[in-house]
């Protein structure tokens, strides 16, 4: 099945620096990659995605770029703010099953 | 327009018990999906219904059951519950169509067995 990792575990960026967050997935089927953000006791919530047959999205301040062949996908935020801390979690999809797989996700802190 | 919303927010149920949680999904999505997650670790995916019927399953134990009713809500199952099964229960819905990949989460339920 599906095994999603992520790096860092933990992040810590100075307010306005850029954050990158790094995932790898195992199963080549996999053809669709959300990104989640969660505040401490919140639900998770998407704040970007894309599909396999495209390389990279950008919303703003934060862009995905997704590699095919390596099977990497990263989120890149910039000119980040105390707001953008939370804990962020990729995931990776074979849509034929509507199974999503998630990343152990990362805890971001942007210290202001 | 209202989100997905989950009830209950908050259950404390002794091991053996057994609980129901349920979930509504965003008006107009078909697909639910309900996850698993433990504090300091990722959703883990539990199921997948879409049209009432089963798409998908995770691994984990025939304890775990779920079903979908003719208006997309849902509800999960967990029998003969184990210390181990407390964690928060997300319910994410979708359109559940080619076109729309989104899962969006309602707010979980707050599940403590002791």
């Known amino acids: 099945g599906e095994n999603v990792e992520q790096h860092p575990s933990t992040l810590s960026v100075q307010e306005g620096d850029s954050a990158v967050i790094k995932c790898t997935y195992s199963?080549?089927?996999?053809?669709?990659f959300p990104w989640y953000k969660q505040e401490l006791g919140k639900r998770p919530q998407l704040i970007i995605d894309?599909?396999?047959?495209?390389g990279e999205k950008k919303d703003q301040r934060i862009a995905v770029t997704l590699n095919k062949t390596a099977k990497h996908f990263s989120l890149h935020i910039t000119e980040t703010q105390p707001e953008d801390s939370a804990v962020y979690f990729c995931?990776?999809?074979?849509?034929?099953?509507?199974?999503?797989?998630f990343g152990p996700g990362t805890s971001l802190s942007v210290i202001p | 327009d209202a989100g997905v919303t989950q009830s209950p927010t908050h259950l404390i149920k002794t091991r053996g018990q057994q609980v129901t949680l349920r979930c509504s999904p965003i008006?107009?999505?078909?697909?639910v999906s309900w996850y698993q997650q433990v504090l300091g670790q990722g959703p883990q995916f539990i199921f997948q219904y879409y049209e009432k019927e089963e798409r998908g399953r995770g691994n984990f134990p025939d304890r775990f059951s779920a079903r979908q009713f003719p208006n997309y809500s849902s509800e999960l199952n967990v029998n003969a519950l184990l210390l181990g099964d407390s964690a928060l229960y997300l319910c994410?819905?979708?359109?559940?169509?080619?076109?729309?990949?989104?899962?969006?989460f309602g707010p979980g339920t707050r599940l403590t067995v002791t």
């Open positions: 995931a990776a999809m074979e849509t034929r099953y509507d199974k999503v797989i």
């Open positions: 894309i599909r396999s047959n495209v």
């Open positions: 994410a819905s979708s359109l559940g169509d080619s076109n729309s990949y989104e899962q969006y």
């Open positions: 199963d080549s089927a996999s053809n669709y």
């Open positions: 008006s107009g999505h078909k697909s």
